[in-house]
């Protein structure tokens, strides 16, 4: 005999781990129906990695001295093969993986895009959680400034389908290798002239990763910050251009932007153009896409120099905005409700409703509470029509005793003026005409 569990023993989901509901599933397949939408103009083709990869892919592909690995990673050693795993903590390095893996760019390049859960162990808050979900646009072995702005204006049509306003557009640039270390250096003689200003954290990554302090939260640093050698200071002439191509570019398709200084990568493979998109609607959580080129990234990870340049998305975030925005769609409702008086016209109703499911009308079928015996009743018609009006269908569909036996299946509008909600007979052999009918509505 199983043991009930108490009521200290009731098991809930983990904190920042977030079940997903019916209610609110449906505003997911919405945006996931707008993005694949989309994903399609362009060209991007979806690809689905792994959510647990080796550990070593994301101290080389994110670094060792950000964060994410030092702090939000969740990690752990295989108990059977002794091997060093981790759940994704984002997806970028996992394409990355792949396409050296699969050798994705051996004839040209790729244009991908993926949704899914990513992992990260931090403090819950609105808009950033432990299980969250990213979309992520990667454009792999394009060198061209036209691809960097290309993704911008990918982003901006998405947010645009989906009816988003009131949000802004940052961009940078990061030149090369030779001006980001050029700029590096004077970040850190900088920053060592104010080390009386540095928090514990500035301090940290000082001589480690100096172009973190830059994105510094801490308003006491804010000033002295503000007033840091830019990196834009350190570029050369085809950097320049390089940055000029894509302002141009996106002046053309109507995109509305503005350079930050401040918006920096704090990784050595990254070059050349980085952006946000910005809403100043959710608090402090207002990032909600970040991307940029990462020309470098593919050799770290052990394959041949390739360019590439990405985006990710919090889902989550987007949603949140929408909500905030009023631009939802309401909850899908079924397009009939069929109300079922006795057991013993099952057979004829499910074969007549698999005929309308089969021209595309959503119908839900009343069941009973308990089991039923030949000739026993469903329930009583009241209590029937009341939750079919509560589905939110807009016709209540009648198989009585005395419809079925004229062939005939009574339909009774439940929207609309209650006046003209008379109900109206349709033999069965019409329910196709019906639902024909119905789908043009």
């Excluded at 940029?292 to 394959?303: P, Q, S």
């Excluded at 905030?324 to 004829?348: K, N, R, Y």
């Excluded at 499910?350 to 308990?370: E, I, K, N, W, Y």
């Excluded at 029509?385 to 509008?413: H, M, P, W």
Aim: proline share 5%; charged share 25%.
């Amino acid at each position: 005999m199983v043991e009930k569990a108490s009521k200290a023993d009731k098991l809930s989901a983990i904190k920042g781990m977030n079940d997903i509901l019916p209610s609110q599933s449906a505003h997911w397949e919405w945006f996931e129906e707008t993005v694949r939408g989309v994903m399609a103009t362009y060209g991007y083709r979806n690809i689905r990695t792994p959510i647990v990869e080796p550990t070593a892919l994301f101290v080389r592909g994110t670094g060792d001295t950000t964060d994410i690995v030092e702090k939000e990673m969740y990690s752990f050693e295989d108990r059977l093969n002794g091997e060093h795993l981790t759940l994704r903590p984002e997806n970028t390095p996992g394409v990355v993986r792949a396409a050296i893996e699969h050798n994705l760019t051996y004839e040209g390049g790729k244009r991908l895009f993926y949704m899914g859960p990513m992992f990260r162990h931090e403090r819950p808050q609105r808009g950033r959680y432990r299980q969250f979900y990213q979309l992520g646009a990667e454009a792999l072995g394009f060198s061209g400034s036209e691809v960097d702005a290309e993704a911008m204006v990918l982003v901006h049509q998405l947010f645009e389908k989906l009816g988003l306003k009131q949000f802004r557009v940052e961009m940078n640039s990061l030149g090369v290798p030779a001006e980001r270390l050029a700029h590096r250096q004077a970040l850190i003689t900088y920053f060592e002239q104010h080390r009386n200003e540095l928090d514990a954290d500035a301090q940290r990554r000082l001589l480690t990763n100096p172009l973190r302090i830059l994105d510094t939260k801490n308003p006491a640093m804010q000033d002295m910050v503000k007033a840091a050698p830019q990196l834009l200071s350190f570029l050369g002439e085809s950097s320049l251009k390089h940055l000029d191509t894509v302002k141009g570019l996106l002046d053309a398709c109507g995109v509305a932007w503005s350079v930050n200084p401040r918006l920096v990568r704090g990784l050595d493979y990254y070059s050349h153009t980085v952006f946000e998109f910005i809403t100043d609607e959710l608090g402090a959580q207002g990032t909600l896409c970040g991307g940029g080129r990462y020309d470098g990234l593919f050799e770290i990870l052990g394959g041949k120099p390739t360019p590439a340049v990405g985006w990710g998305m919090g889902i989550e975030r987007v949603l949140e905005l929408l909500k905030t925005q009023s631009l939802l769609p309401a909850e899908p409702t079924p397009d009939a409700f069929a109300i079922i008086p006795h057991s013993d016209s099952l057979p004829v109703v499910m074969t007549t409703l698999q005929t309308l499911r089969a021209q595309g009308v959503c119908v839900q079928m009343h069941a009973a509470g308990a089991a039923t015996s030949e000739g026993e009743r469903m329930g009583s018609m009241k209590s029937q029509f009341k939750k079919a009006d509560s589905s939110g269908a807009r016709f209540a569909l009648v198989f009585g005793a005395d419809e079925l036996a004229q062939g005939c299946v009574a339909i009774k509008a439940l929207r609309g003026d209650p006046a003209q909600n008379q109900q109206r007979l349709v033999p069965l052999a019409d329910a196709v005409r019906w639902a024909a009918s119905l789908r043009q509505v």
